[in-house]
């Protein structure tokens, strides 16, 4: 005779303990997964910013306001806008198949063509403070390139998306061609400042861990 255990199933509240373990560790798995994913794609922005630094740094004069100027030009499908001004009066358009660059742009839009649901350009986070080694007049935490033929300095700002989420507040990094001292806007440091080196992309506001 067979016993009958052998044709015993699952019970309803077996079935509810196993669920409650899989939504617990979904629950610990997802946000993590979410945090790794970002940190991810915030690589781009590494890259995209010390490429505009050594095509910056390479020219002999101080160039125009124009972020073409020193012919910086980032893949398409870039999730972030690269600001040579801290808003952008003219930017680089990339919402269609071809870019369509206009007379001193001071920032190249981010590519909505590929990411639809973001603006054409991110919004900068602004540093709570930013103070520089021998700063040209007006430079501070404004984006721009700074001085005169015989001596200037440049601060570039990028923005973004990266935590799938493009109306908050925007990924935003730096990289200048100074060095100094500089507060991020979040998160929030308690108002100590960080050493920047020149050269070296900078997290302004982090979209993983700020919303």
């Not at 016993?3 to 079935?15: A, K, N, W």
């Not at 997964?33 to 095509?55: C, D, H, I, N, Y």
């Not at 909505?112 to 991110?122: A, E, G, L, Q, S």
Request: proline content about 8%; some cysteine; overall charge negative.
């Amino acid at each position: 005779m067979r016993s009958r255990l052998q044709h015993r199933g699952f019970t309803l509240i077996e079935l509810m303990i196993v669920v409650s373990i899989i939504g617990i560790l979904a629950s610990i798995a997802i946000p993590s997964f979410m945090r790794f994913q970002g940190r991810a794609r915030q690589a781009e922005v590494g890259t995209g910013l010390k490429s505009l630094f050594t095509s910056l740094r390479t020219l002999q004069r101080m160039p125009p306001q124009d972020i073409h100027a020193s012919g910086f030009a980032p893949d398409r499908g870039n999730r972030y806008s690269y600001h040579l001004e801290n808003g952008c009066t003219t930017f680089e358009d990339r919402s269609g198949p071809l870019v369509a660059i206009h007379p001193s742009d001071t920032c190249i839009g981010a590519d909505t063509y590929r990411h639809v649901t973001f603006p054409n350009t991110f919004a900068v986070v602004p540093p709570a403070s930013a103070t520089w080694t021998d700063p040209p007049p007006g430079m501070g935490a404004n984006a721009g390139i700074f001085g005169t033929d015989a001596s200037w300095d440049f601060l570039v700002y990028a923005a973004g998306d990266v935590d799938g989420t493009p109306g908050d507040a925007a990924d935003t990094w730096l990289i200048v061609s100074s060095e100094g001292e500089v507060t991020p806007a979040c998160p929030s440091t308690g108002g100590v400042a960080a050493h920047v080196v020149s050269g070296e992309p900078f997290n302004v506001s982090n979209d993983v861990n700020c919303n």
